[in-house]
């Protein structure tokens, strides 16, 4: 069974940081993409940042310079860093991961884990 869980989010002022964590397990992380994802209230969901297999990573325009994506493979492990965060950046970030190297589609999703920030 393939279980991904987020960490990390929380409240934090505008200016601030935070580094989200995604642990995966049940699936063969090494040979996976992963991405992190958000969905504002109201808002469809976004994809943030991903990171492939190989270790590049793309980022979507609003989080370029601010954010960056790394992945651990020995601890099947994912990570999310977000700095000079914004209010707009409040959201659900979810971790996904798929095994394609092509498509925007993911196979796997976490249960999210709420970024707050305040102005």
């Known amino acids: 069974q393939v279980q991904l869980v987020e960490s990390g989010g929380g409240l934090v002022q505008a200016g601030g940081s935070l580094r989200l964590s995604c642990v995966a397990s049940?699936?063969?992380?090494?040979?996976?993409?992963m991405g992190w994802f958000r969905q504002a209230p109201g808002k469809e969901r976004e994809v943030v940042a991903a990171?492939?297999?190989?270790?590049?990573?793309t980022f979507t325009d609003s989080v370029k310079g601010r954010f960056t994506i790394s992945r651990e493979n020995a601890k099947n492990t994912v990570y999310l860093q977000m700095n000079s965060l914004k209010p707009e950046d409040t959201a659900v970030y979810y971790c996904?991961?798929?095994?394609?190297?092509?498509?925007?589609?993911?196979?796997?999703w976490g249960q999210g884990t709420q970024v707050t920030v305040s102005s």
């Open positions: 996904a991961a798929k095994y394609s190297s092509y498509g925007i589609n993911y196979d796997y």
């Open positions: 049940g699936l063969t992380f090494s040979r996976c993409n």
């Open positions: 990171i492939g297999r190989s270790g590049g990573s």
